[in-house]
C-alpha cells in the first residue's frame, strides 16, 4: 500500500493532536463543574450544572489553545540538567505573557457575559488573586510536555540501543561463525596432506591392497566431513566413529605398529560436541607417538563424564628426548582456536608428558567439555 502523502498525513497527525487536547480540557472542565455545583447547594437539577459547565469553558479553552504552544516551544527548548538557564527564563517569560492574556480574556469574557460594561474595572482587583492561582496551570502544562518530550527521548534511545546491542550481537555471531568456518577449512586439507602422503607411500612401495583399503575409508572419513561442515554440534557417537576411521586409515599406513584402546564410559555417546574435534587430539597422538618412527605404539583413548563435563583423554606412548612431546602443532592450535570461540573460559586442554607404570614415558592430552546433551540432527 503506497504511504500517505506528507502534507495528508501531517493533518491527520495534528487533527489527532487537537482532539486529544481538547478531550482532556473538557474531561477537566467537566471535573471543576461538577465540583463547583456540588459545593453550591443553592444550584440544582441540569441547568444548574450547565449553567456551571459553560462558565468554566473559556478558563479551559484558553489553556487548551495555550498547551499545543507550550508543547511546541518544551520541544526545541528544553529544560533540564546541563541545559543552563536560557530554557527556564524562556518559559518564564512565556508564562508572564500568558498570565496577562489569561487575565484580560477572563475579564473581557465575564463582562459580556454579564452584560456590564462597568464589571471590567470593578471586579478587577478581587478577580486577579483568582487569576495568579490559575497561573500554575502554564507550570503544570510546561512541566506535562517536559515529560512527554523527555519520554519521547528516553524510548527513541532505548529502542535505538537496542537495536545497536542486536545488531552488534549478530555482527559477533557472525565473525564467529566466519572464524569457526575458517578454522574448520584449514583442519580439512591439513589432514588430507598427511592421508595422501601416506596413500602415495603404500603406492610407491607397491602395496596396493593396503592403498585401495586406505583410499576406501578415506572416502567415508571426507563423507563425514562433508555432511557436517554446516553443522555447530552432532553426537558424540558421530565423533567416535569418525575417529575410529581415522585410526583405521592410521592403522594401514604404519602396518601393525599402531595399537588403539578405547574407554567409553558414562553413555558419552548420547552428548553432543562440535564436529571435527576428536580427530585432531587423536591426530596429535600419533603423529607425537608412533609417527617418530617408534617401533610400536600404544594409543589409548578414555572418554568419561566428570563434574558436569565430558573429559577425554588420548594417552600416547612417547619419549622424553626429541620433538615428539614439544607442544601443540596445527591441529591443536586449531582445536584451542575453536573452543576459546565456543566455549570461551568454560573448558580446558592440556597435554603433559606423564610416566608409565612400565617406566616408559606416556603423552596425555586431556580435554574437558560443557556437557551439552541433544538428539541426532544427522543423516
Known sequence: MPSQPEPRRRVREYARWAALDVGAFLLINTHFATARFLVNEHLSGWRGWLAVFLSFLPAWGFWAAVTPIVFWVSARVRMGSGRGARPIALHVGLSVVTLVLYTATQLVVQSLAAADAGLLVRVAPTRLAGFLLDYQWYWWIAFAAHAYHGGRESVARAIEAGALRAKAAELSERVVKAELDTLKAQLQPHFLFNTHNAIAGLIRSRQDTAA??????????????????????????????????????????????????????????????????????????????????????????????????????????????????????????????????????????DLELIDAADGDARMRLRMALPLERGEDDGR
Do not use: M
Not at 578414555?302 to 626429541?322: F, M, T
Not at 614439544?326 to 586442554?349: H, K, M, P, Q
Open 212 to 349: 585401495l583399503e586406505l583410499l576406501t575409508s578415506l572416502s567415508d572419513f571426507l563423507r563425514y566431513v562433508l555432511d557436517n561442515r554446516e553443522r555447530d554440534a552432532v553426537l558424540f557417537a558421530r565423533e567416535l566413529a569418525f575417529a575410529r576411521k581415522y585410526l583405521e586409515i592410521q592403522q594401514v599406513r604404519f602396518q601393525g605398529r599402531l595399537e588403539v584402546e578405547w574407554t567409553i564410559r558414562d553413555h558419552c555417546e548420547a552428548l553432543r560436541v562440535p564436529p571435527l574435534l576428536l580427530q585432531p587430539l587423536i591426530e596429535n597422538a600419533v603423529h607425537h607417538g608412533v609417527g617418530v618412527g617408534r617401533r610400536r605404539s600404544v594409543v589409548c583413548v578414555d572418554v568419561s563424564r566428570r563434574d558436569a563435563q565430558l573429559v577425554v583423554e588420548v594417552v600416547n606412548s612417547a619419549s622424553r628426548e626429541g620433538v615428539d612431546h614439544r607442544g601443540f602443532g596445527v591441529g591443536l592450535a586449531n582445536v584451542t582456536a575453536r573452543l576459546e570461540r565456543l566455549y570461551g573460559a568454560d573448558y580446558s586442554l
